[in-house]
């Protein structure tokens, strides 16, 4: 049987354990609360899964930063966080194929410069550009093999090159003067 669940009751359950002074959450505790459960099955876990990217915009929204990490975290740097750089990428969901099984806090409360965050955000910066290069290439090819008018290539490539609005703008504004 599938299990589903809104992204705006994960986001909310989230706000609230992340905001009380938790900055880590495993998958499992997670479905314990949500589905009030003793023990969650693959479908508990995949559905939080499945709800996580608009949840984690929705927390985005209230204020509350998160990301996705994964077992290495959990299990190696239980007690403490992870120094090396290698660790911090080890420790994120989805560098090296690593899969998610919990949840952490973007930055940790009271740390300024939080190396997992730093780590974080150069990962997916790196990604945000191979992806914007490669979709730029694809405009090139198509455009040289004729399947593209040269105003409308250039038209796309605009597209991938012109920076998105924040949500946050006067945040965002604020820190570039």
Known sequence: ?????????????????????????RFDDIARDIFKIKCPKDEHLEAIRKAWH??????????????????????TYSK????????????????????????????MKGATNDPMA????????RNLRGM??????????????GHLSKRVARQQIDDVVE????EHQTEFEELMD
Do not use: H
Request: charged share 25%; aromatic share 8%.
């Open 1 to 25: 049987m599938k299990r589903r669940i809104q992204s705006k009751i994960l986001s909310d359950y989230l706000e609230r354990a992340l905001g009380n002074g938790e900055y880590k959450l």
């Open 54 to 75: 608009q949840a984690e915009k929705q927390l985005r929204r209230m204020g509350t930063c998160a990301m996705l990490v994964s077992a290495d975290y959990f299990e």
């Open 80 to 107: 403490r966080e992870p120094r090396g750089i290698i660790a911090i990428k080890m420790c994120i969901a989805g560098y090296g194929g690593s899969k998610a099984i919990g949840v952490r806090l973007l930055t």
């Open 118 to 125: 730093l780590a974080y955000f150069a990962v997916s910066s």
């Open 132 to 145: 914007a290069a490669a979709i730029e290439d694809r405009i090139t090819v198509e455009w040289k093999r």
């Open 163 to 166: 920076p998105a609005l924040p």
